[in-house]
């Protein structure tokens, strides 16, 4: 099937990857990619991106529970869904459209698909990465339309990235790779902000729970489950 294993002791060149699933023709150089320090938690790599525009973070669990973490930022089209309107942001441009949301989302992958396929064996290869809310329904079915909007944030936001981090807990490896839209210079600018010293990471949310009290007593909480 044009894949083939790597052994021996790891070395990584632009010909010889970890994540290589090398195609009958022979690598297309115009991908980039570039080895990272592997860590167990997508955290630091998204503390690094903090910031930047519409930096998202997939993971898959934890090191034990799942193989990949994906990290991203800066995508180079954003599509924002309100009710029946949608804004395209390219750069500083932006656009509006009142057309189905999913079309425009597929026609913006489509304009910044690569010319060439991803010769790296991984599950990501740049796209579409966003939230899809429980309103969209009213583009889909005849529904009453919501009493009130509680939150005030856009049904969907979806970007469209060219650039993103991968973290394999299963080989213990991580790589930044871009696709050919992505310039050397501008690559090289991705991996001086990856490899800068370290910030000093706040706690995540959760990790630490000694500042956290409650706004009921027992009694309370017990009058209000009964």
Known sequence: DGRRELSGKPHFSRYTL???AAPPGGIPLDWKYHTL???SSAYPWLCRLRGRPHA???QGGSAHAARYDIVGADPVAVIVTTGTETRIRRGTT???RRDNPFDIIEQ???AHRPASDSPFDLPFSGGAVGYFGYEL???LERLPPPVTDALAIPDLVVGIYNWFITIDHLK???CLVATPAVSGTEFERIKVRLMAPEPVLPNPVGSDASDICSSF???AYERAVE
């Open 18 to 20: 970890p994540f290589l």
């Open 37 to 39: 320090p592997y860590t």
């Open 56 to 58: 998202f973070s997939l």
């Open 94 to 96: 932006e656009s509006l």
């Open 108 to 110: 913006e992958v489509d």
């Open 137 to 139: 329904v009213h583009l």
């Open 172 to 174: 213990q490896q991580a």
């Open 217 to 219: 007593d027992r009694p």
